[in-house]
């Protein structure tokens, strides 16, 4: 007995190094895994073991990418690609999908097609959309996407926003919207009303430069309202015409909960249109972000005034060229801005080295009390001289600010 007892350890042998070890998981981890696949690998994996097969139609997350089933067999003939994810819906019976994401440049993919797909996905309570459209014509897309009370996080790109006119919008669990730089729009009224249907926005992106027939209701009269009660996050990077300048104001007006803005040199060039009222109190804004074409003082001081809370500020400029004496100057304001108490971080981008630029960081430098950092990019449009100077210019400025770190880049 007591050699049997000690031969027993060696009857559970070790599994032969070529055994398949993942298989052996849990169902639970190995749809985690396959919710990492892009949609056609992971039905791939039903081919190599029957382990696999009928897991992949219960993965929470469908990612489709034209591009990644280009040429392959399976997907042969002009419509390939719409068939797979025809397939793949009809087989698909997971409770809910997680995420849907579509990356499509296949000239045979119908607006229909797209359409049906993203019905079929906001009908099983769809959480996150993420579409990537670059086919030849843009797409517009349905009502239903629109009033899902499941999704959280939208990222549009290659899409019709004009449908917006006929039906309302109503995304109440909203947190994450990203409008891309190729959404096309014929009016800011339809933006507004998109907006306007997300009550529950925390960060917002807003890229699209893509309007050419602006003038509606609300461009016109600004009689919308709404709010972002939530909202920590947000890029504004529209291309603005002034008779746009009401429907622009409703959105500008309504970020005044953020802790983090970035603005577009379009929009920065639309806003030198409002007014000094028109700019809201930003009570939480903690970092601005703001790209100029040429400087505009006047609003970036309107911006500083209401931003009590700033510690970090970076400004970007797109390199021009002046007339001796004829760029924009810097004119101190009557009262140093409260955020520069609490100022921590500066940077500014394509320095020139003109005049107005240096008053201007002499100004934060002198007035910035707890500055630790000022970052200064220097244009590449000048040369080795030019940027030597610029350095012994502000080291002068520094002498009398101890605290304070200048980096050149």
């Known amino acids: 007995m007591a050699e049997s007892s000690s031969e027993q350890p060696s009857l559970r042998r070790k599994p032969p190094s070529g055994e398949d070890k993942i298989s052996q998981l849990p ?26 097969r009928p897991l992949w139609p219960a993965a929470p997350v469908l990612d489709f990418d034209d591009e990644s089933t280009a040429g392959e067999p399976q997907h042969a003939g002009p419509t390939g690609f719409a068939e797979f994810v025809y397939s793949v819906l009809l087989l698909h019976d997971a409770p809910t999908v997680e995420r849907f994401r579509l990356r499509c440049a296949n000239p045979h993919c119908s607006a229909r097609d ?24 843009y797409v517009a897309l349905p009502r239903r996407l629109f009033n899902c009370d499941t999704v959280s996080v939208m990222k ?23 409008v891309g730089d190729r959404v096309l729009f014929g009016c800011h009224d339809y933006v507004v009303k998109l907006l306007a249907g997300c009550p529950a926005l925390e960060d917002l992106v807003l890229e699209s430069t893509y309007n050419d027939a602006c003038g509606g209701v609300v461009c016109a ?23 746009c300048l009401k429907s622009m104001l409703l959105i500008f007006q309504a970020l005044s909960n953020v802790r983090s803005l970035s603005l577009s ?7 030198k249109h409002a007014s000094a009222s028109d700019i809201p109190v930003f009570g939480n804004l903690n970092q601005l972000e703001i790209s100029f074409g040429n400087y505009s003082w006047d609003l970036l001081v309107n911006l500083l005034q209401r931003s009590h809370k700033l510690e970090v500020l970076m400004i970007y400029k797109e390199t021009q060229k002046y007339a001796k004496g004829q760029e924009l100057r810097w004119s101190h304001p009557l009262f140093v801005p409260e955020c520069l108490l609490h100022l921590k971080t500066f940077c500014l981008r394509e320095y020139q080295g003109l005049e107005t630029e240096l ?26 001289e ?24």
């Open 386 to 409: 030019e940027k030597l100077q610029i350095r012994r210019h502000l080291s002068i400025l520094q002498r009398n600010f101890d605290t304070c770190q200048i980096v050149f880049h």
């Open 156 to 178: 549009l790109n290659g899409v019709f926003l004009n449908a917006l006119a006929s039906f309302s919008v109503n995304l109440p669990l909203l947190k994450v919207l990203h």
């Open 359 to 384: 008053d201007f960081v002499g100004y934060i430098m002198q007035n910035a009390r707890v500055l630790e950092t000022i970052t200064i990019y220097l244009s590449s449009s000048l040369g080795s």
């Open 265 to 271: 040199p379009s929009t920065v060039a639309c806003l």
């Open 27 to 52: 169902d639970v981890l190995l749809l985690q895994i396959l919710s990492l696949l892009p949609t056609k690998q992971a039905v791939v994996t039903g081919i190599l073991s029957k382990r696999w």
């Open 114 to 137: 797209i359409a049906t797909w993203l019905c079929h996905v906001a009908r099983r309570r769809v959480e996150h959309v993420d579409l990537s459209l670059s086919l030849s014509r």
């Open 221 to 243: 009269e600004g009689n919308f309202d709404f709010h972002f009660n939530h909202l920590s996050s947000a890029k504004i990077a529209f291309s603005w015409k002034e008779r």
